[in-house]
């Protein structure tokens, strides 16, 4: 009686494994590279709510921090778990967007995209500014301020009567609007495209005083060619009005290229039409 061969079980090859000081050494690597950034590591400790001298056995890669303080490090210098494992340069590169690049993140921080409440709320606002194409009239319109995964963002849409006159479908894909804000020293800046960068506009607001301090003012700029007919920046008037439903509803009714004197009166104002634009 012939025994059947029994075929040798498959070699299953051992993974990789690194030395857990190897990987204190990774982390201790991109936590110096990320404290570097401040000038005081008592002043960071302090901010992390971390000791001083448990902060420096992280340095040294002697320890790693329990779950809770990891979190607390990685939501300060808005980096992930991955700091653990693999050299934060090779992180930032690889989700590096726009903004965060390594080219321009000194010079755009974390800070210009920081926007509390306080310096602009989310919510509606109503716009106003003088038409760009057409010198009588002036627009009105409704915004939509929002945040999102630390940014602060505007959505909005063109009037229908604005795109008739570019020649251009009046569907809400193609009138809707967005754009990113930015903390400036004197006020906030947005940078505002329709959808594929078709258009494009830069925007600057500052809080004015008012009774219910909700009022900013500033100007709008299109970027297009020079033209002897057309205007390429304006005086632009935002009202926050999220607490204001019937102002809501209403402007989203007269939304579009409105008679000046259809605005309020405060926004008139800013917008003092009858001086030129400097």
Not at 115 to 142: A, C, K, Y
Request: a positive charge; proline letters at 7%.
């Amino acid at each position: 009686m012939t025994t059947p061969t029994v075929a040798p079980s498959p070699t299953v090859a051992p993974s990789p494994t690194v030395a857990p000081s190897e990987l204190r050494s990774i982390f201790g690597a991109n936590l110096r590279q990320l404290a570097n950034r401040y000038p005081s590591v008592a002043g960071l400790c302090r901010e992390l709510g971390v000791n001083r001298t448990q902060f420096n056995r992280y340095l040294s890669g002697e320890s790693f921090p329990r779950p809770d303080v990891l979190h607390r490090i990685c939501t300060f210098f808005d980096v992930d778990a991955r700091i653990l494992l693999e050299p934060v340069d090779q992180i930032n590169q690889r989700g590096a967007g726009l903004i965060t690049h390594p080219e321009v993140a000194p010079f755009l921080s974390q800070g210009s995209t920081n926007i509390h409440e306080e310096q602009l709320p989310s919510g509606f606002f109503r716009f106003s500014r003088p038409s760009f194409t057409d010198v009588t009239r002036v627009v009105l319109g409704l915004v939509y301020v929002y945040r999102k995964d630390g940014f602060t963002f505007l959505r909005g849409y063109e009037p229908r009567e604005v795109m008739r006159m570019q020649g251009l479908y009046p569907d809400p894909i193609s009138r809707e609007f967005r754009g990113i804000l930015m903390f400036q020293e004197q006020g906030i800046v947005a940078l505002v495209s329709r959808r594929g960068a078709l258009t494009c506009s830069f925007n600057f607001l500052s809080r004015v005083s008012s009774y219910d301090n909700n009022f900013w003012e500033g100007y709008a700029t299109r970027t297009v060619k020079e033209s002897l007919s057309g205007c390429r920046a304006a005086r632009m008037a935002y009202e926050h009005i999220q607490h204001n439903p019937k102002a809501i509803y209403e402007t989203a009714r007269k939304s579009g290229l409105v008679a000046p004197e259809e605005l309020n009166e405060f926004h008139r104002r800013l917008l003092r039409l009858e001086e030129p634009f400097r």
